[in-house]
């Protein structure tokens, strides 16, 4: 829901609920709308993904995550693991002791955004590949007691390697194949990217699909023909 007013994701947000598992909200529709978003998200029966990536020192982020686990339909959010140890093991616990007024949201760890490659990770000080830095911070974002983390379809299968099956994948850079419903696959800013039939035989467990359905011409056609590819890449086609 990457919009600038609630009225706008409300209006897609109708047009494609029953063809979705959650709605994520990110900081540009959560600075404008607050906490009213998630509510009137909610509302519409479908969960909430909180994509906020809190980083900040541990006692600022265990406040702002016990503060967001009290918010209706909320399923998952996620902090930085770039945030270290020590933060992600306060937001683990904040989470732990908060009062929630459903089943505890999922708390994961944001590893490397999937806008960066190997040069750009280079540019902020960070050296290998974007694959051996996401799987080390999945593994001390396992260590801190978080329920998964978001990284890119290219690192699926590896992070299932080192933290195990039950440990969760969330996976932005879904573009889909092209199609006459989905009839470019577009890369806009990500640069690792791979189509919702390979992430999920890779083993992703979410797919975060925004621009290929909210750009789309007929977003309603663009999200069924995802989830029917999504349906035929579990089937085995």
Avoid: W
Wanted: charged content about 20%; aromatic content about 2%.
């Amino acid at each position: 829901m990457d919009f600038g007013t609630l009225g706008e994701a409300l209006a897609l947000a109708r047009q494609v609920a029953h063809l979705v598992g959650l709605f994520k909200i990110n900081i540009q529709l959560f600075t404008v709308e607050g906490p009213d978003a998630v509510r009137k998200l909610a509302d519409l029966g479908v969960g909430v993904f909180l994509d906020l990536k809190y980083h900040d020192i541990p006692n600022t982020v265990a406040g702002a995550v016990a503060a967001a686990a009290a918010l209706p339909g909320l399923e998952l959010l996620d902090v930085h693991a770039t945030g270290g140890l020590a933060m992600m093991r306060a937001a683990a616990e904040a989470l732990a002791a908060s009062k929630t007024p459903g089943p505890r949201p999922k708390l994961l760890g944001v590893t490397i955004l999937t806008s960066m490659d190997r040069r750009a990770l280079g540019q902020v000080g960070i050296s290998g590949s974007p694959r051996a830095r996401v799987v080390s911070l999945a593994r001390l974002a396992k260590r801190a007691g978080l329920d998964g983390v978001v990284a890119s379809p290219q690192e699926v299968a590896q992070i299932r390697r080192a933290c195990g099956r039950n440990f969760l994948t969330v996976i932005p850079g879904v573009r889909p194949a092209p199609s006459e419903k989905t009839p470019r696959r577009r890369r806009d800013d990500q640069a690792r990217v791979a189509t919702p039939g390979e992430a999920i035989r890779a083993g992703a467990d979410y797919l975060v699909i925004g621009r290929p359905i909210t750009a789309a011409p007929d977003p309603r056609a663009a999200a069924q023909a995802i989830v029917e590819e999504i349906s035929s890449a579990m089937s085995g086609g």
